[in-house]
């Protein structure tokens, strides 16, 4: 996310990928989410998924990790109100490599405080076999480049 | 074991609260969302927030393990299909106790996979002060109960 006048509608980007170890999935899970399929390889193969699965929430946080490091400028950047349709459309597994791409949808200036605006993304997370695991619509606060303008 | 059937709509259930931490914040934002507001306090002071404050992902984390504790992990939880609508209302501080409900607003056998269905829940997260933090609206697929 760029300054608000950087944001060109419907123009995409990719920014970044990483790699899921089987530990770093199974931390987060037994934090967060430990439910078998997350945290237990051999409970996770008797289970629909087949085998250890990473939590949807670990995906998610790992696209906002890909997010901060290489597209949200921080001087820019003022946080998010939420997000909206997020579907975990496959699984992700040990080993997978996921990377991000974000397309901005629309933006609208703020009404009550100049300088500020706000953008919609759709973000998507793709795994080394192209196929779209995660997707959902975000939405981004950020400051104008030249506040005098607004 | 909680099935499918389990589920009924307008049913609402209370969850225990759950403090958060400032070391716990940093240390989720060092990983997942090292923003400024996220990390470190200084910087967080001249932010929108005011102050440090939790990555809205950490506190969807938390919301998350309260509910594998407590609902999803007594029962014949499937995964989920994802979250119609999140949004973070208010900021979450360190110290902060956050209190979820949450509510059943839909139940639906699979149409192709008669052997599960979709719930379909809202939940709302309060901070000790009784303010809103969060809300979400998600979906959760669960086995039926067999015959």
Not at chain 1, 53 to 69: F, N
Not at chain 2, 89 to 110: C, I, M, N, Q, Y
Request: aromatic share 8%; hydrophobic share 40%; with cysteine.
């Amino acid at each position: 996310m760029q300054y608000y006048e950087d944001i060109e509608i419907g123009a995409s980007r990719d920014f970044g990928s990483r790699t899921f170890t089987e530990a770093e999935i199974i931390a987060f899970a037994r934090q967060f989410d430990p439910q078998p399929f997350h945290v237990d390889p051999e409970a996770a193969r008797k289970t629909a998924f087949g085998g250890l699965i990473a939590s949807g929430w670990h995906t998610a946080a790992v696209v906002m990790r890909l997010l901060v490091d290489s597209a949200i400028d921080l001087e820019a950047g003022l946080g998010s109100p939420g997000f909206d349709d997020l579907a975990w459309l496959k699984p992700v597994r040990p080993g997978d490599t996921i990377r991000g791409r974000m397309t901005c949808i629309d933006k609208t200036p703020s009404r009550s405080r100049p300088g500020i605006g706000s953008a919609r993304f759709m973000v998507e997370a793709i795994n080394q076999k192209d196929e779209l695991v995660m997707r959902f619509t975000s939405i981004g606060i950020m400051r104008f480049r030249n506040p005098a303008q607004t | 074991m909680k099935y499918l059937e389990d589920f009924i709509v307008g049913q609402v259930m209370d969850y225990p609260p759950r403090t958060v931490s400032e070391e716990e914040i940093i240390a989720f934002a060092r990983d997942y969302d090292p923003q400024p507001f996220h990390l470190d306090k200084e910087a967080a002071k001249q932010s929108l927030f005011g102050g440090l404050c939790a990555s809205g992902w950490h506190t969807a984390g938390l919301m998350m393990r309260i509910l594998v504790d407590n609902m999803i992990g007594q029962s014949a939880s499937m995964g989920s299909p994802g979250v119609d609508q999140l949004r973070w209302v208010k900021p979450v501080f360190p110290g902060d106790t956050l209190h979820l409900r949450g509510e059943v607003v839909e139940a639906r056998v699979s149409q192709s996979k008669p052997d599960r269905g979709v719930i379909t829940s809202r939940y709302e997260m309060r901070n000790q002060k009784g303010e809103t933090v969060l809300t979400m609206q998600a979906k959760g697929m669960y086995a039926r109960r067999p015959v």
